[in-house]
Protein backbone atom coordinates (compact mmCIF):
# COMPACT_ATOMS: atom_id res chain seq x y z
CA UNK A 1 0.00 0.00 0.00
CA UNK A 2 1.69 3.65 -1.23
CA UNK A 3 -0.43 6.60 -0.36
CA UNK A 4 1.16 9.87 -1.65
CA UNK A 5 0.01 13.00 -0.79
CA UNK A 6 0.38 16.27 -2.66
CA UNK A 7 -0.83 20.22 -2.66
CA UNK A 8 0.10 21.80 0.53
CA UNK A 9 1.62 25.27 0.73
CA UNK A 10 1.91 28.00 1.72
CA UNK A 11 -1.48 30.55 1.83
CA UNK A 12 -3.04 33.44 3.06
CA UNK A 13 -6.00 33.61 5.49
CA UNK A 14 -8.99 32.98 3.52
CA UNK A 15 -7.44 31.41 0.68
CA UNK A 16 -7.80 27.81 -1.05
CA UNK A 17 -5.82 24.61 -1.21
CA UNK A 18 -6.62 21.26 -2.68
CA UNK A 19 -4.65 18.64 -1.17
CA UNK A 20 -4.37 15.50 -3.63
CA UNK A 21 -3.52 11.86 -2.39
CA UNK A 22 -2.92 8.73 -5.25
CA UNK A 23 -2.78 5.69 -3.53
CA UNK A 24 -1.45 2.31 -5.64
CA UNK A 25 -0.66 -1.03 -4.02
CA UNK A 26 -4.63 -2.19 -3.17
CA UNK A 27 -8.27 -2.26 -4.98
CA UNK A 28 -8.90 1.62 -4.49
CA UNK A 29 -12.28 1.72 -4.54
CA UNK A 30 -13.12 -1.19 -2.04
CA UNK A 31 -12.22 1.09 0.62
CA UNK A 32 -13.23 4.19 2.31
CA UNK A 33 -10.38 6.82 2.97
CA UNK A 34 -10.08 9.35 5.22
CA UNK A 35 -7.59 13.12 5.59
CA UNK A 36 -6.27 13.58 9.05
CA UNK A 37 -4.06 16.92 9.96
CA UNK A 38 -1.75 16.99 12.80
CA UNK A 39 0.32 20.02 14.94
CA UNK A 40 3.25 19.42 16.46
CA UNK A 41 2.80 18.84 20.35
CA UNK A 42 -1.01 17.69 19.42
CA UNK A 43 -2.31 14.23 18.73
CA UNK A 44 -3.51 13.57 15.18
CA UNK A 45 -7.24 14.93 14.18
CA UNK A 46 -9.87 13.38 11.53
CA UNK A 47 -10.07 15.91 9.03
CA UNK A 48 -12.47 14.05 6.63
CA UNK A 49 -13.47 10.79 5.67
CA UNK A 50 -15.18 9.08 2.42
CA UNK A 51 -17.09 5.86 1.60
CA UNK A 52 -15.44 3.54 -0.51
CA UNK A 53 -17.94 4.82 -3.74
CA UNK A 54 -18.36 8.31 -2.86
CA UNK A 55 -21.75 8.41 -1.41
CA UNK A 56 -20.85 8.61 2.27
CA UNK A 57 -18.90 11.55 3.93
CA UNK A 58 -18.11 12.96 7.16
CA UNK A 59 -16.18 16.15 8.41
CA UNK A 60 -14.68 17.22 11.84
CA UNK A 61 -17.35 20.57 12.97
CA UNK A 62 -13.72 22.82 12.81
CA UNK A 63 -13.77 22.21 9.01
CA UNK A 64 -18.04 21.68 7.98
CA UNK A 65 -18.86 24.19 5.45
CA UNK A 66 -15.03 24.66 4.13
CA UNK A 67 -13.70 21.55 3.27
CA UNK A 68 -14.62 18.75 0.68
CA UNK A 69 -13.32 15.49 0.13
CA UNK A 70 -13.70 13.34 -2.87
CA UNK A 71 -12.59 10.73 -5.02
CA UNK A 72 -12.48 9.51 -8.45
CA UNK A 73 -11.65 5.76 -8.33
CA UNK A 74 -10.64 5.94 -11.95
CA UNK A 75 -7.74 7.60 -11.05
CA UNK A 76 -7.07 6.39 -7.63
CA UNK A 77 -7.19 9.76 -5.87
CA UNK A 78 -8.89 11.28 -2.84
CA UNK A 79 -9.16 14.92 -2.60
CA UNK A 80 -9.54 17.78 -0.05
CA UNK A 81 -10.60 20.84 -0.97
CA UNK A 82 -9.65 23.38 1.29
CA UNK A 83 -11.54 27.06 1.42
CA UNK A 84 -11.63 30.12 3.55
CA UNK A 85 -8.43 28.56 4.91
CA UNK A 86 -7.50 30.09 8.65
CA UNK A 87 -4.45 30.04 10.68
CA UNK A 88 -5.76 27.52 12.65
CA UNK A 89 -5.50 24.94 9.76
CA UNK A 90 -1.90 25.14 9.54
CA UNK A 91 -0.79 21.68 10.34
CA UNK A 92 0.71 18.19 8.19
CA UNK A 93 -2.22 16.88 6.71
CA UNK A 94 -1.99 13.06 5.87
CA UNK A 95 -4.17 10.77 3.66
CA UNK A 96 -5.28 7.21 5.51
CA UNK A 97 -6.94 4.16 4.26
CA UNK A 98 -9.59 3.91 7.26
CA UNK A 99 -6.44 4.69 9.83
CA UNK A 100 -4.29 1.67 9.26
CA UNK A 101 -1.88 3.08 5.84
CA UNK A 102 -0.37 6.30 6.20
CA UNK A 103 1.00 8.79 3.65
CA UNK A 104 4.29 10.50 4.48
CA UNK A 105 2.00 13.75 4.74
CA UNK A 106 1.97 17.57 3.41
CA UNK A 107 2.77 20.70 4.83
CA UNK A 108 -0.08 23.16 5.02
CA UNK A 109 0.66 26.54 6.03
CA UNK A 110 -2.12 29.39 6.63
CA UNK A 111 -0.58 32.81 7.26
CA UNK A 112 -0.35 36.36 6.03
Known amino acids: VQLVESGGGLVQPGGSLRLSCAASGFTFSSFGMRWYRQVPGKERELVAG????????TYADSVKGRFTISRDNAKNTVYLQMNSLKPEDTAVYYC??????WGQGTQVTVSS
Open 96 to 101: SRHGEY
Open 50 to 57: ISAAGGMT
